[in-house]
């Protein structure tokens, strides 16, 4: 099987733009979550997507969003970047039982974002 | 507020010898965890999980021990080999929590040759 893919792996913006960035899953999961890395706060949760519904979501400002679509690819959004939003941008997917139980999650290699 | 803990920033281990890496956490509700291991410029990588209701969970050379009392986990890399040089991230996850992993601050591990 694949693993998660993630686009683009780097990008540079400036301060006030916004990006989108994306996230194929494993084959078959149908969970997606994006987690945000940085030498301060280390691995922070953003959000979870599963079956097109966010399920969880991490203490993030209102400018960073999410989407899932039927296929189970994400995308997520930020809207008027600030410096601080340099980051490694991670998104992992699991399968997800019926009954709510995790499983591990699985790792894209990130998107490195840099604000200018 | 970290939950998670790693309070060894690195390690630096002979290779053949064994390698601990500990980790602690304050929330009662986590139930699951996981070791990941990073290379620069990469994804974490699934190590090994254990849930709340064993204590041990052994994958050839990784083995993870959980001491629910004292709310410690530990991972026990056995042998230590060079390749196995990278940054390990202990996360947990609460039932009330979905998939939504509380991350450590990572150790530095380098097994030397």
């Known amino acids: 099987k694949a693993g998660v893919t993630q686009t683009p792996r780097y990008l540079i913006k400036t301060r006030g733009q916004q990006v989108t960035l994306s996230c194929s899953p494993i084959s078959g999961h149908r969970s997606v979550s994006w987690y945000q890395q940085t030498p301060g706060q280390g691995l922070q949760f953003l959000f979870e997507y599963f079956s097109e519904t966010q399920r969880n979501k991490g203490n993030f400002p209102g400018r960073f969003s999410g989407r899932q679509f039927s296929n189970s690819r994400s995308e997520m959004n930020v809207s008027t970047l600030e410096l601080g939003d340099s980051a490694l941008y991670l998104c992992a997917s699991s399968e997800r039982t019926s009954g709510g139980y995790y499983n591990e999650q699985f790792f894209g290699p990130g998107t490195r974002l840099t604000v200018l | 507020d970290q939950q998670v803990k790693q309070n060894s920033p690195s390690l630096s281990v002979q290779e053949g010898r064994i390698s601990i890496l500990n980790c602690d956490y304050t929330?009662?509700?986590?139930?699951?965890f996981l070791w990941y291991k990073k290379y620069p410029a990469e994804g974490p990588t699934f190590l090994i999980s254990i849930s709340s209701i064993k204590d041990k969970n052994e994958d050839g050379r990784f083995t993870v021990f959980l001491n629910k009392s004292a709310k410690h986990l530990s991972l026990h890399i056995v042998p230590s080999q060079p390749g196995d040089s990278a940054v390990y991230f202990c996360?947990?996850?609460?039932?009330?929590?979905?998939?939504?992993?509380?991350f450590g601050g990572g150790t530095r591990l380098m097994v030397k040759p």
């Open positions: 929330n009662s509700m986590f139930d699951y």
């Open positions: 996360a947990a996850s609460g039932r009330n929590a979905g998939n939504m992993l509380t």
